[in-house]
């Protein structure tokens, strides 16, 4: 059992309010996943030609001014760096590929958890209401974001494990449910260049998905592939630059909830996780309806 969390604003006017707004709803999902939380916020979009690195040092002591320095001594081009504690967001003018890589063989106790022009991405173990102290939720800004609270079931609990997970650029994806094949998925995936971080089963989902976008499905093309590829209990919220979509099995087993207004579109696996909404009264409420998706762009 997970919390899932989404919340798209459609005025420009409330962009400011999008993390007092949520943390709310992430903490309402406590009792549903107590053991680790993330969130991936999609802010404005750094200029063309820079990407936003979402980084992560765990119990490992990073001096971010020190790493900053020796990528810029590394790379010849334009890097900045803001540090949130253990976690931090790095821009570059570089070729994203490569300045991953070079983390990965210079500063390996850094994992990278996101790549994009828009997406922020903060994860960790711990208690909802304590991550989001930690890493000021409440003071994001931006035009939508992704949240989830886990309770682990079938992996370890490790940021690693901890969701959102991403793939490509500017994607992410959150689940509440359980894959029954997520070692078939990745028996098919890794020949053919899909790599994988963890063993969780989430991870798989997101993999696939990774795999028919490069192949050039849109998302919703690649969501109605996966129906017959991902096997198991699921209800999917994912994230891109310009896009909210939820979806939910067959049997749309697990629970989910989305009330939309003229202001916002928010979602959440329990209704008490949108009650303190502005116009939440005057919202339309609906529960998705199983293997039909809906999707929000901003």
């Not at 916020?41 to 490992?60: I, M, W």
């Not at 901890?162 to 990745?186: I, K, Q, W, Y």
């Not at 630059?241 to 696996?269: G, H, N």
Request: proline content about 5%; some cysteine; hydrophobic content about 40%.
């Amino acid at each position: 059992m997970c919390g899932i969390v989404g919340l798209l604003v459609k005025k420009p006017s409330l962009r400011h309010r999008l993390g007092a707004l949520m943390v709310p709803m992430l903490t309402g999902m406590t009792e549903r996943g107590p053991d680790s939380a993330g969130l991936a916020v999609y802010t404005t979009p750094v200029s063309e030609g820079r990407r936003k690195l979402s980084l992560y040092s765990g119990e490992h002591a990073v001096d971010w001014s020190e790493l900053l320095g020796a990528v810029r001594h590394a790379i010849a081009e334009m890097h900045e760096i803001e540090a949130h504690g253990n976690q931090a967001v790095l821009t570059t003018a570089a070729d994203a590929d490569q300045v991953v890589a070079w983390l990965k063989r210079h500063a390996p106790e850094v994992a990278v958890l996101s790549v994009g022009q828009s997406i922020d991405l903060y994860k960790d173990v711990g208690a909802p209401a304590d991550i989001a102290r930690r890493y000021r939720f409440g003071e994001l800004q931006g035009t939508h974001l992704v949240g989830h609270t886990r309770m682990a079931t079938e992996s370890a609990v490790t940021p690693a494990h901890a969701h959102p997970f991403t793939a490509g650029r500017d994607f992410c994806l959150v689940h509440n449910g359980s894959l029954s094949n997520p070692h078939l998925v990745r028996k098919h995936l890794e020949p053919l260049g899909i790599e994988f971080e963890t063993d969780n089963d989430t991870e798989a989902a997101c993999r696939f998905f990774e795999w028919r976008l490069r192949e050039g499905d849109d998302l919703e093309q690649a969501v109605e592939r996966g129906f017959s590829q991902l096997d198991g209990f699921f209800t999917f919220l994912m994230g891109t630059d310009q896009e909210l979509l939820i979806v939910r099995d067959a049997f749309a087993c697990k629970p989910a909830v989305v009330a939309e207004t003229d202001d916002y579109v928010a979602i959440a696996s329990e209704f008490r996780s949108l009650a303190h909404l502005p116009d939440i009264g005057h919202a339309s409420l609906f529960e998705p309806k199983p293997e039909e998706i809906y999707s929000w762009r901003i």
